[in-house]
């Protein structure tokens, strides 16, 4: 069981360029989070979705692009990558009752923008 | 709004001291808590959690925390340090009712010395 599987796990981007962060669940999980971590600031939410064919803004959105597409996938778009976007992404999914599970989280995507 | 402080950026301790991590909540509506840890380049794993009922709650690797509704706080604990819980620890908090969206501490770091 693989539970929450992100791609790529790094990369480096110029300034301007896009690109697309993939993350998939198996656990046949209703809710898919997308998280940045920062030093000093924890985590913070960027967007999320409580179902297929749903996207919500969450605390730090500008600048990013998801879709869920499909249930089991939640994909995290950078239209032109800023260096102000260097950072740790998380991808993490729940069930419909999420507090009282908790959040299944992926290994993370290193992104640098140079 | 909900939200989480956890005092101290870094704590440090020797191997087989006291682990003591704080934090505190606001929650205008009874809370859930959660203890996420975070080893070097991996994802979040859930520690433990609060929802109702025993207020001392016990996780994974001896750790256990205790629900302080008089002093809004959720401390983290374990009786003796070991090497390998060097790591980073986040403090959570969601509703218990509605979307259980998950509102993360800015985290901290526990050293472990010989």
């Known amino acids: 069981n693989a539970g929450v599987t992100q791609t790529p796990k790094f990369r480096v981007l110029k300034t301007g360029q896009s690109m697309t962060l993939l993350c998939a669940q198996d656990?046949?999980?209703?809710?898919m989070y997308w998280y940045r971590q920062d030093p000093g600031m924890g985590l913070r939410l960027i967007h999320y979705?409580?179902?297929?064919?749903?996207?919500a803004k969450g605390e730090v959105p500008d600048g990013y692009n998801v879709s869920r597409l499909k249930k089991q996938n939640f994909l995290l778009g950078l239209e032109s990558a800023a260096p102000s976007q260097t950072s740790v992404y998380f991808c993490?999914?729940?069930?419909?009752?999420?507090?009282?599970?908790?959040?299944?989280f992926g290994s993370g995507t290193r992104l640098t923008v140079v | 709004a909900q939200s989480v402080t956890q005092l101290g950026s870094h704590v440090s301790v020797s191997e087989g001291a006291l682990v003591l991590l704080r934090c505190n909540y606001s929650?205008?509506?009874?809370?859930?808590l959660f203890w996420y840890v975070q080893y070097p380049n991996q994802g979040l794993q859930l520690l433990l959690k609060?929802?109702?009922?025993?207020?001392l709650v016990k996780g994974i690797n001896g750790f256990e925390a205790e629900f302080k509704k008089s002093e809004t706080s959720f401390h983290l604990t374990k009786p003796s340090a070991h090497m390998s819980d060097a790591a980073e620890y986040f403090c959570?908090?969601?509703?218990?009712?509605?979307?259980?969206?998950?509102?993360f501490g800015t985290g901290t770091r526990l050293l472990v010395s010989p």
């Open positions: 993490a999914s729940s069930r419909l009752q999420a507090a009282n599970y908790g959040y299944t």
């Open positions: 959570a908090v969601s509703q218990n009712t509605g979307f259980q969206k998950l509102v």
């Open positions: 609060y929802t109702t009922g025993a207020t």
């Open positions: 656990m046949n999980h209703e809710y």
């Open positions: 979705s409580v179902g297929e064919g749903t996207t």
């Open positions: 929650s205008s509506v009874p809370p859930y």
